[in-house]
């Protein structure tokens, strides 16, 4: 061992004794929350860890005796790979900031071994390898497992017999800025109980691998066991804390509230309410008005898609097969909550006008068709249900939900998702911070990141501007070294850099993106004096591994790359790059380097989006639909600021209102110069430059989505062919904006100044107030 590695490993010991000293000195305040999410992605727990420790802490002082680097001591950790994507890096961000603030939270997730796949490109596509994030003993350094708060869950076997699993949990704390800290408890399985018939193997898998989508029979049970373990076990421990507490489940409302985050713990409902009535309330008259009535003020329920294929629906027969006495409470639950929609219908207690239809009462139905709709029983049950971003919460209560928002009208409310800008900005991004304070003449800033606004007259200020480029310069320099190093692809660093990063699925669109750079290209074969200002088109982000078209569009960028850099006709002005395994890591090299910030997806489909707003505090340009939070980064920097595109919500869904309304053949028919593009896809113009030889047809399943629809979805589903000549329009119109580098540079800095709503700080605060009912502030 070097002399820097056994500095390294005192180092990671002290840290390690750091850590253990802050989750033993975390008080059980009312009213915690205890935010249930099966994902979440922290990054490196070093990393976050250092970013918030303070300037004079002892701890630093030794990394600096020891002349140990931030980046060696990174390095040496691995990240919890826990998430897929917005929704397990928003939990980070949440539990981030309310450490941060003080606010009493602990993150309930599993904990995976297997986690979210490393991405390796090999032969122009995606290979999926297991993300080694354990040590080989499958322990993790910073983890401190608590068998004292295990808890055990049960199923019902397919062989009839019921198996227990004891789930321990281990504590990771996420360290605030100011001495306060979040515990994620990540629940592995310990011991299994099963009769010798039982499918063992399955509940060996509750802390196997994280799924990305459904798969078969098998899987999905096994996804639903993982969903029941995490809610069976989330519920125990609350009550456990209770009675720790010297109160009972009576106090479990004033004591605790129980975050709901997207569907996939939506189980804590029945499983709290089966618990109370089995355990603790048996024998009273009145226990399931009991049950309820805490159930009702313990809840909520935060949801984060729109697209109805993505919601939660787990077949009757599943539910009851693993976990009858549940099942039967969820049948309960549906029967009590269409009495009292009958009431509606038939006397109009509530006093609606027009009063509730039958079609509503049974768009609202818990149970129908033999599946259980989940989003609808968190919205009966829990006390308060919200959107992401304001876009999309007014579709839920429009359009999803509207049955339901008509019928409790102050029950549904937003909160916009924010990300921590002492992550993205402050730690990843020291040359911003520098340039931020430099320009403001203090750091107040970074405790209240609304003080940002402060830099809003600096944006007019030349000597600013000038500072601001070589800021982001440097970065993009570093940006390119890693490209450079991990793919070999030169990316001059003059080349405006336009960057897409986020999982790929075709609702995101990178195929319109795509359609856009085989649009460049062949105007460029055709006339390589066109005028443009050269540019890298930048691309990350993984494909669920079953997922063939998402997969595809990553193998048409690959292709890209290698037609268009390899082309001494068009490499000067255009530039392809996909960087391999988009991850919290990573990511924080790409926004500071990033001109122009993609966030294209079909108007009405992302319900936020979170990297809009990590580009955003890194002063990089939006191009973009009016969709998710783009919406309100729109509303934030104005059109100056801000480049729109694309048809707008309702357009979108008057379409889709309106089956056979939509032609996107007529649109290709009419409009060469996107029929050259699609035609690209198919007419041998990428071959030579695919991998394996002879898959001239490659890429037809895309075509054909495009054009005539697949798997009995209409064509174009997604609008790309409606979008590409106002995407393509905007984007000249950007790169022609580019060269005045004075207006571009000022609107770099008005999107950093106006970025201080996006902060998670303020999405916490929000949530305590309208969510949690906590008063923030409260210590
Ligand atoms: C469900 C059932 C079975 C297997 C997998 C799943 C599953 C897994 C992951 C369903 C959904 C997800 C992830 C959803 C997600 O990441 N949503 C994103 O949440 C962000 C934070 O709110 C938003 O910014 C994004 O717009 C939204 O897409």
């Known amino acids: 061992m070097t002399e820097t590695q056994l500095h390294i490993e005192t180092l990671r010991a002290q840290l390690?004794?750091?850590?253990?000293?802050?989750?033993?000195?975390?008080?059980?305040?009312?009213?915690?929350?205890?935010?249930t999410s099966m994902e979440i992605l922290p990054g490196s727990t070093v990393a976050n860890t250092l970013m918030n420790l303070a300037e004079e802490s002892p701890f630093l002082q030794t990394l600096r005796e020891l002349k140990v680097t931030y980046d060696d001591l990174i390095q040496s950790d691995t990240a919890p790979a826990l998430g897929n994507g917005g929704l397990g890096r928003l939990t980070a961000c949440?539990?981030?900031?309310?450490?941060?603030?003080?606010?009493?939270?602990?993150?309930?997730?599993?904990?995976?071994?297997?986690?979210?796949?490393?991405?390796?490109?090999e032969n122009g596509r995606q290979v999926e390898v297991p993300d080694q994030w354990l040590n080989e003993d499958g322990t993790y350094f910073f983890e401190f497992p608590r068998q004292e708060y295990a808890q055990w869950v049960s199923f019902r076997d397919d062989c009839g017999g019921f198996v227990k699993v004891?789930?321990?949990?281990?504590?990771?704390?996420?360290?605030?800025?100011?001495?306060?800290?979040?515990?994620?408890?990540?629940?592995?399985?310990?011991?299994?109980?099963?009769?010798?018939?039982?499918?063992?193997?399955?509940?060996?898998?509750?802390?196997?691998?994280?799924?990305?989508?459904?798969?078969?029979?098998?899987?999905?049970?096994?996804?639903?066991?993982?969903?029941?373990?995490?809610?069976?076990?989330?519920?125990?421990?609350?009550?456990?804390?209770?009675y720790e507490q010297g109160k009972t489940v009576m106090d479990l409302p004033e004591l605790f509230c129980l975050h709901i985050n997207?569907?996939?713990?939506?189980?804590?409902?029945?499983?709290?309410?089966?618990?109370?009535?089995?355990?603790?309330?048996?024998?009273?008259?009145?226990?399931?008005?009991?049950?309820?009535?805490?159930?009702?003020?313990?809840?909520?329920?935060?949801?984060?898609?729109?697209?109805?294929?993505?919601?939660?629906?787990?077949?009757?027969?599943?539910?009851?097969?693993?976990?009858?006495?549940?099942?039967?409470?969820?049948?309960?639950?549906?029967r009590r909550m269409v009495e009292r929609m009958e009431r509606e219908v038939q006397a109009n207690p509530s006093g609606l006008n027009p009063?509730?239809?039958?079609?509503?009462?049974?768009?609202?139905?818990?149970?129908?068709?033999?599946?259980?709709?989940?989003?609808?029983?968190?919205?009966?049950?829990?006390?308060?249900?919200?959107?992401?971003?304001?876009?999309?919460?007014?579709?839920?209560?429009?359009?999803?939900?509207?049955?339901?928002?008509?019928?409790?009208?102050?029950?549904?409310?937003?909160?916009?998702?924010?990300?921590?800008h002492r992550k993205f900005l402050?730690?990843?991004?020291?040359?911003?911070?520098?340039?931020?304070?430099?320009?403001?003449?203090?750091?107040d800033w970074i405790e209240d990141m609304t003080r940002l606004e402060t830099l809003l007259p600096f944006a007019e200020e030349e000597q600013a501007r000038q500072d601001f480029l070589k800021m982001r310069k440097a970065r993009k320099e570093v940006l390119a070294q890693?490209?450079?190093?991990?793919?070999?692809?030169?990316?001059?660093?003059?080349?405006?850099?336009?960057?897409?990063?986020?999982?790929?699925?075709?609702?995101?669109?990178?195929?319109?993106?795509c359609l856009r750079i085989i649009d460049l290209y062949l105007s460029l074969k055709k006339d390589p004096a066109l005028d443009i200002t050269p540019t890298a088109f930048i691309l990350a982000g993984k494909a669920a591994a079953g997922y063939r078209q998402a997969k595809l569009v990553i193998e048409l960028v690959l292709t890209l790359e290698k037609l268009i850099n390899d082309d001494p006709e068009v490499n000067g002005k255009i530039r392809v790059c996909f960087i391999e395994n988009y991850n919290v890591s990573n990511a924080m090299k790409i926004f500071p380097a990033t001109d122009i910030s993609e966030q294209i997806s079909t108007a009405s489909t992302e319900a936020s989006g979170t990297s809009n707003m990590k580009f955003m505090l890194s002063g990089a340009i939006t191009l973009g639909t009016l969709d998710g939070a783009n919406v309100e980064i729109h509303e934030a920097v104005g059109d100056e600021s801000m480049y729109l595109f694309g048809l707008r919500s309702e357009e979108v869904m008057a379409y889709q209102a309106k089956p056979g309304s939509y032609d996107p053949r007529k649109l290709y028919e009419s409009n060469a110069r996107l029929r050259r593009a699609v035609d690209t896809l198919i007419d041998g113009t990428l071959l030579r430059e695919m991998p394996a030889p002879g898959e001239s047809d490659r890429f037809e399943e895309l075509y054909h989505e495009l054009l005539y629809g697949l798997d009995g979805n209409p064509a174009d589903q997604y609008f790309v062919l409606a979008d590409f000549e106002s995407y393509r329009e905007a984007f000249l119109r950007m790169n022609h904006d580019y060269r005045d580098s004075s207006k571009w540079t000022r609107n770099a800095i008005r999107n950093i100044a106006l970025s201080g709503f996006f902060s998670s700080d303020r999405t916490v605060k929000d949530y305590c107030e309208k969510v949690w009912k906590i008063s923030f502030g409260n210590q």
């Open 426 to 443: 402050v730690f990843a991004n020291p040359e911003e911070r520098k340039f931020i304070t430099d320009c403001l003449k203090q750091e």
């Open 355 to 420: 009063p509730l239809s039958r079609e509503e009462l049974d768009s609202m139905r818990i149970i129908a068709d033999g599946r259980v709709h989940m989003a609808h029983m968190d919205i009966f049950t829990a006390c308060s249900v919200n959107g992401v971003a304001r876009l999309h919460t007014d579709i839920l209560k429009e359009r999803e939900l509207k049955a339901f928002h008509r019928l409790m009208s102050t029950k549904i409310c937003n909160v916009t998702n924010g990300v921590t």
């Open 166 to 242: 004891k789930m321990v949990p281990c504590l990771i704390p996420m360290i605030g800025a100011t001495g306060g800290c979040t515990t994620i408890y990540a629940w592995k399985v310990g011991t299994v109980l099963a009769p010798v018939a039982a499918n063992r193997e399955r509940y060996l898998r509750i802390d196997r691998q994280l799924y990305c989508e459904d798969s078969d029979d098998e899987g999905k049970k096994v996804r639903l066991v993982q969903e029941s373990a995490l809610s069976q076990a989330t519920v125990r421990l609350a009550i456990q804390k209770c």
């Open 262 to 334: 997207d569907t996939h713990a939506s189980l804590m409902i029945p499983e709290l309410i089966r618990i109370l009535l089995d355990e603790y309330l048996v024998g009273r008259d009145d226990a399931w008005d009991v049950a309820w009535d805490i159930a009702t003020r313990t809840f909520v329920y935060t949801n984060h898609t729109i697209m109805k294929e993505a919601l939660e629906k787990w077949p009757l027969w599943m539910l009851q097969q693993l976990m009858p006495r549940t099942c039967q409470i969820i049948v309960e639950i549906d």
């Open 482 to 513: 890693y490209v450079k190093e991990t793919r070999g692809i030169a990316l001059p660093v003059d080349f405006i850099f336009d960057v897409q990063v986020k999982r790929f699925h075709m609702y995101k669109r990178q195929l319109l993106n």
């Open 16 to 35: 390690r004794a750091l850590m253990e000293s802050y989750i033993q000195n975390i008080p059980c305040t009312p009213r915690t929350v205890i935010y």
């Open 94 to 121: 949440i539990g981030e900031s309310a450490a941060t603030q003080n606010v009493p939270m602990i993150v309930s997730v599993p904990r995976h071994t297997q986690g979210l796949f490393r991405q390796k490109l």
